[in-house]
């Protein structure tokens, strides 16, 4: 609570320094104290050293056009550290003989720390201030064996103290200040800030701008951002964009974007990036709405966003599974005529992918190479990972066939997706084709291959080389992961191997291998299919003792457990117990406990269920309409059974045969001859085949009518579909 406060407060401050009118701060900074910077004045040198400085001096100024080394060769016994300082006051006229003195007395012994500060002094004053650089970087950047705080005081002494004599140029601190910050060293930094504020001076923003980025903690920045400001720093565009980014990170966009807005009563235009930032944060929020308002108050402006605007966009929403709105936004950078490059088709693509919707899909890669965009093995791996998803293998081993052909390398991702689609078209064989293919081309199969290839062995029953390949896997030093572990226990389940199911299951939670929603759910469906229906609501009740939570699926399988032992009460009781948890039922949950009434002709009980269905907004699938004109005609209510018969072709849904065979035979019952022969007529053309008593019906009644062409027509096609298939399924 006291982080949010002073957070506000900040926010606060920063928005009254914004008001201040510029003249405030120079006042500001012309009212502390400031001090002079010391003269400088070096120890005095004896007889002796004078002439020795005296004759090396002459000697590297009269034989300039010599090497140096070959000069001081006679001199280089008597040279030491003291000296270089008394040298450099009778040659500092000359820049380049001063570093190339420098050098020189550097190979002999390390210099001293003032030596050096005279040295970056006259750089700064040379405007060399690459050299400077590079000068304070071999110190802070290669740090010494020395404590970091003792070392930063002496050196920052020792260049105040030669600042007046040696340079007097202000970018000597700056460039130190950038070097500290490229250092990670912000406490040294922020402490030479505050120390050059006392002689009247202050770091330039660009250098502070750079430390703004390099602080870790973005609530600090903030608060460096409002305190160098009182001091006399000149914030600019770039500056705010930095505290925009901040805030965005610590999840503030509505302030984020309110500090937008402030900039330009500060005297800083927001550019491309102040708006790009934001958008960014706008995005990791799913604010769409907010999104292309600012899009589109940056064309109002004269702004055009860059690729990068749009990118973070599309990718963000497609990472967050939002795929419709990030084509909404991919459309309008169309429209706007920002190309976009191989990342947003490829986010678009591999997003559209994980929906399944190959179409759009495809339809994207297609337009990719229209605009002569070349794919990359991403858009290749994203393509077949999305066919083999939806069970196309076909059409995923095209892709990566031609994937192959353009000379794009596939790599474990690509294999692994076309391994898991294997396994999933029950294509093992195959799945353990691509995996020796991809172990050929010096790949190594990662936990996701191995876990795919176990899970369609299990799928196929084949427990044993699931095992065996369990074994080869942990020997390879791969650890099995959950899902691992959860393909084998649903294999074991559908074996009916329940015991042992159960014993893995626990095994895993000694491990540290936590069992979760998956690996509970296929256990209680076993017990539910079995009737043990008290063990299977243990399990449940297990599962919510350890915190797992159960999705619709798992409380499915109980309804349909409950309603195979005839517990429908129990059921009833199932779906108001998942709606006080908040898990909200859907159509196989109902459909499951309409199903069992509609058998005991309970169709009071059964429509009540379908309006409570109605009432929570779930919404009927076709199952659910199959399941109640089922019921309905059995019970003769043939009002209400072609009233969600038309319904049901209204939304879309279509009559299974076995409807078609209970509306025919409900008319016929209630003595609606032509209802019922409409409906026959329609399950002929549908392809569909009637029972024989009704095709006994309407041979005799087209026999009594005179129709022996259509008696001949539907004797035949008895005979073909009834009796020709009741012999099929005796020899069976």
């Known amino acids: 609570m006291l982080a949010f406060t002073s957070f506000g407060h900040c926010l606060k401050l920063l928005s009254h320094q914004d008001r201040m009118p510029h003249f405030l701060f120079k ?17 005095k040198s004896v007889i002796k050293d004078s002439e020795l400085v ?42 380049q003989l001063v570093l190339d003195f420098f050098d020189w007395a550097c190979l002999r012994r390390d210099p001293t720390i003032e030596a050096r500060c005279i040295v970056i002094q006259i750089a700064v004053a040379s405007k060399d201030l690459r050299t400077a ?57 922020r402490k030479l800030f505050d120390k050059i504020l006392n002689y009247g001076l202050v770091i330039s923003v660009d250098s502070c701008n750079l430390y703004l980025t390099r602080l870790s903690n973005h609530f600090e920045a903030i608060k460096v951002f409002r305190k160098f400001r009182e001091v006399g720093v000149c914030w600019n565009t770039e500056s705010h964009n930095i505290v925009i980014h901040c805030l965005c990170r610590l999840g503030k966009v509505r302030e984020s974007h309110q500090f937008l807005i402030q900039m330009e009563f500060r005297g800083c235009i927001p550019d491309v990036v102040s708006y790009s930032t934001l958008i960014n944060g706008y995005s990791q929020v799913g604010e769409l709405t907010n999104i292309l308002t600012l899009i589109e108050e940056m064309y109002t402006k004269g702004l055009k966003p860059n690729p990068y605007t749009y990118n973070s966009v599309i990718i963000l929403l497609c990472k967050t599974g939002k795929i419709i709105e ?28 994980k929906l399944g919707n190959l179409s759009a899909a495809c339809n994207l890669f297609d337009g990719m190479l229209a605009r002569r965009i070349l794919p990359d093995s991403l858009t290749y791996t994203a393509l077949i990972s999305g066919f083999c998803r939806i069970g196309k293998i076909i059409e995923a081993d095209k892709i990566f066939r031609e994937m192959l052909s353009l000379g794009f390398e596939p790599d474990e991702y690509t294999y692994t997706a076309l391994v898991d689609g294997y396994c999933k078209s029950g294509k093992i064989k195959d799945a353990f084709f691509v995996h020796n293919q991809m172990v050929h081309r010096g790949l190594i199969p990662n936990v996701v291959t191995y876990t795919a290839l176990v899970d369609g062995l299990c799928k196929n029953e084949d427990l044993d ?133 509609c058998i005991r002709n309970n169709m009071r009980a059964t429509t009540d269920i379908f309006k409570g269905m109605f009432a929570r907004g779930v919404v009927p699938d ?111």
């Open 27 to 43: 006042r500001t900074l012309s009212q502390i104290n400031t001090r002079p910077f010391p003269d400088y004045s070096p120890k």
């Open 54 to 95: 005296h004759q090396i001096t002459t000697a590297v100024k009269l034989r300039r056009a010599e090497n140096l080394h070959r000069v001081l060769k006679p001199y280089e016994s008597k040279f030491r550290a003291d000296h270089l300082i008394w040298i450099f006051m009778n040659i500092k006229s000359d820049y």
């Open 133 to 189: 650089h590079g000068l304070f970087q071999d110190v802070w950047v290669k740090k010494p064996d020395l404590d970091v705080s003792l070392l930063f005081n002496r050196f920052l002494e020792r260049l105040i103290y030669t600042y007046k004599d040696w340079g007097s140029n202000p970018r000597v601190f700056d460039v130190f200040f950038q070097v500290l910050v490229e250092a990670r060293l912000p406490c040294e930094a």
């Open 326 to 353: 990030a084509e909404k936004i991919f459309t309008d950078m169309m429209v706007h005529g920002i190309i976009p490059d191989n990342v947003v088709y490829t986010t678009l693509i591999h997003g559209f992918c």
């Open 465 to 597: 080389t699931a095992n065996l390949l369990l074994h080869e896997m942990c020997e390879k030093g791969l650890q099995p992961n959950i899902c691992t572990y959860n393909s084998i226990v649903n294999g074991l389940c559908k074996s009916g191997n329940i015991t042992q199911a159960v014993k893995l299951m626990e095994d895993m939670d000694v491990a540290g291998m936590f069992p979760d929603t998956f690996t509970y759910t296929p256990l209680i469906d076993t017990y539910c299919k079995i009737g043990e229906m008290a063990k299977a609501h243990e399990l449940l009740r297990i599962m919510l003792y350890k915190g797992v939570q159960p999705t619709v699926v798992t409380f499915n399988v109980l309804m349909n457990g409950f309603c195979i032992s005839g517990m429908l009460e129990d059921g009833e009781r199932l779906i108001k117990w998942m709606l006080e948890k908040n898990v909200m039922p859907n159509a196989g949950t109902y459909n499951c406990l309409m199903k069992q009434y």
């Open 622 to 732: 076709s199952n659910t309409y199959n399941i109640l004109i089922q019921g309905h005609c059995k019970a003769r209510n043939m009002k209400e059974a072609s009233f969600l018969r038309k319904e049901m072709v209204e939304r879309g849904f279509n009559l299974t045969p076995s409807s078609y065979n209970a509306l025919v035979k409900g008319f016929l019952k209630r003595k609606k001859i032509s209802e019922a022969r409409e409906v026959f007529e329609e399950m002929r053309k549908e392809g569909f085949v009637a029972e024989r008593e009704i095709y006994n019906h309407f041979v005799d009644v087209n026999f009594e009518e005179g129709n022996m062409g259509t008696t001949l027509e539907l004797c035949d096609e008895a005979i073909e579909q009834c009796l020709v298939a009741e012999g099929k399924n005796g020899r069976k």
